[in-house]
């Protein structure tokens, strides 16, 4: 769907299906350009080899990706079996090779059961991680290597499959915020007895956002703040709430009965306007975590 002049003013989201060679920031760069807006952000960096699903934020929405980057993200790669490489995918070059004989199926699949559910991981050189306030892939450029910290990533869903060329599987995760399916693989196939690499990778979701809401750069339209925070508790109010909800107020959770109700809250009131999204205060109480202008954008 192309984007006319008035909804080219409109604050909201955009999903689009990344082509490979594009950073992020080149998405963002040309989207900026194509809706001439300036405010405009993404949720969550997609490698530049990749291709898939990238949610951007429009004007005020671009104060809400912050939820968009919190939701469960699917990914599908190939993993490429007895070579490791610099970038841990196809870009970089060669850096170790190992053996693959005796590694079947379900070796990898077997290797692959440690890491569901809470798990630390290190993240690759090439990433967008900051050490001491530089990119990593940036430090890589320079031709070093530091020491990275692992981080608490969380695998909700992970399955590996054989293909049709030897020595490549095909793996499927699903996987919470801050995941690289890059050091996934890495790590999998050293506990498996071998190395690898990603040959390709594709984001085939986030949230409830799959491909089939994705568009190419040229097709892309926006959609309303509220459609983007779909899978959020969504709460209508009336107009004396609403008041209350505009400046920012703080309410006991017995007001709007959320015992029980998964947070952040997303209010809105009986015009179909976004509100704000609330957040677990002291004691019983919620309190905004951010709160939308109602200027016309």
């Known amino acids: 769907m192309k984007v006319n002049e008035k909804k080219s003013q409109k604050s909201g989201f955009v999903v689009v299906d990344k082509e490979p060679g ?26 530049p080899p990749a291709t898939g699903v990238l949610i951007l934020g429009i004007g005020k929405a671009t104060r809400l990706l912050k939820y968009v980057t919190d939701l469960p993200k699917r990914y599908t790669a190939t993993m490429v079996l007895g070579a490791e490489t610099s970038t841990l995918d196809a870009e970089g070059e060669i850096t170790s090779t190992q053996s693959t004989e005796g590694v079947c199926l ?20 090439v990433s967008a991680v900051k050490v001491d306030g530089k990119r990593l892939y940036e430090i890589a450029r320079e031709g070093k290597e530091v020491e990275r910290k692992p981080r608490s990533v969380s695998i909700y869903e992970l399955s590996i499959e054989k293909t049709a060329v030897k020595d490549v599987y095909r793996i499927s995760v699903t996987c919470g915020s801050g995941t690289y399916i890059r050091s996934l693989v890495s790590d999998i196939a050293r506990a498996a007895g071998t190395v690898a690499h990603v040959g390709d990778l594709r984001r085939n979701s986030i949230g409830s956002f799959n491909e089939s809401d994705a568009s190419p750069i040229e097709e892309i339209g926006i959609i309303g703040m509220i459609e983007g925070l779909k899978d959020y508790s969504q709460i209508t109010v009336d107009e004396k709430d609403a008041a209350l ?37 002291k004691g019983q109480t919620i309190k905004p975590d951010v709160v939308i202008p109602q200027d016309n954008d």
């Open 245 to 281: 909800i505009r400046v920012g107020n703080v309410f006991e959770k017995t007001h709007f009965r959320l015992q029980g109700v998964p947070e952040p809250w997303v209010f809105i009131d009986k015009q179909g306007n976004l509100l704000a999204v609330y957040k677990s205060h």
């Open 22 to 47: 594009w950073t992020s920031h080149d998405v963002v760069a040309r989207t900026r350009k194509k809706l001439n807006m300036r405010k405009v952000g993404h949720s969550g960096t997609l490698d």
């Open 106 to 125: 379900k070796n990898l699949q077997e290797a692959g059961t440690q890491f569901i559910g809470d798990i630390l991981q290190i993240p690759p050189m």
